[in-house]
C-alpha cells in the first residue's frame, strides 16, 4: 500500500478532485458554513477546502500526516455520530460489500448533512479480481439505487490517467441535498 503522502501525490491533479473542489467553493462562496465532514478521507485534504469553520476527517484508518486545521477522527462511518453541513465522501463506496451495506451507508450521509452531500465513485470499472471494489461496476442506476432513488442536484463526470499505471478511469461525482434539519 502507498504511503499517505504517495497516495494523496499520485492523485492530487485528478479531475474529480477539482469538481469537489469548485463545489465546496460555491457552496461555500456567499458565506462560510459550519462545519465539513469529509468521510473516507484517507490523507486526502478535501476537509480543507471550501470555507467551513470546522473541518472533520473520518476514516477507519490511522492517519499518521494530519492536514493542518482539520480534525481527525479514527472510526467506522456506521459507529459514529459526526454531523455537518456538508459532507464528502470520495471513492470510498464502492468498497462496502453489498447494496444493502452502501444504502445503510448513504442513508447515514444524508441524514448527517444540513446543507449537501458530495459522493464519487468510479464509473463503470469493471469488477475487480483483489475484491476491493465489491460493488463494481456502478452506473447512475445503481448509485440511484445506493441513494435510495434519490436525484443529485449535480452530477458530472470526471476522467483521470493515473501517471504510473497509465490506465484511464471515469468518476461519477454528485452532489445530493442534505436531511438534517
Known amino acids: 500500500m502507498k504511503s499517505e503522502a504517495e497516495y494523496w501525490q499520485a492523485r492530487k491533479d485528478f479531475q474529480y478532485y477539482k469538481i469537489v473542489r469548485q463545489w465546496l467553493d460555491e457552496l ?31 476514516d477507519k484508518q490511522e492517519i499518521t500526516t494530519p492536514c493542518a486545521g482539520v480534525r481527525y477522527v479514527q472510526a467506522d462511518w456506521f459507529d459514529s455520530d459526526e454531523t455537518a ?20 451507508f448513504t442513508e447515514k450521509l444524508l441524514r448527517a448533512a444540513s446543507v449537501a452531500v458530495i459522493i464519487s465513485v468510479p464509473y463503470m470499472q469493471p469488477h475487480t479480481r483483489e ?47 442534505g436531511l438534517r434539519s
Not at 456567499?30 to 473516507?40: E, F, P, R
Not at 486526502?44 to 472533520?56: H, K, L, Y
Not at 453541513?85 to 445503510?104: D, M
Request: aromatic share 6%; proline share 5%.
Open 85 to 104: 453541513s456538508v459532507l464528502t465522501c470520495l471513492q470510498t463506496i464502492e468498497h462496502l460489500n453489498t447494496i444493502a451495506e452502501a444504502r445503510g
Open 28 to 58: 461555500t462562496s456567499a458565506h462560510a458554513l459550519d462545519t465539513i465532514l469529509d468521510v473516507g478521507s484517507y490523507s486526502t485534504p478535501v476537509a480543507q477546502w471550501g470555507r467551513f469553520d470546522e473541518r472533520i476527517a473520518l
Open 131 to 177: 475484491g476491493q471494489h465489491p460493488l463494481d461496476p456502478i452506473g447512475l442506476p445503481k448509485l440511484l439505487s445506493i441513494t435510495g432513488g434519490r436525484r443529485p442536484a449535480r452530477l458530472a463526470y470526471a476522467e483521470d490517467t493515473d501517471a504510473v499505471s497509465a490506465h484511464t478511469a471515469i468518476r461519477l461525482v454528485g452532489m445530493w441535498k
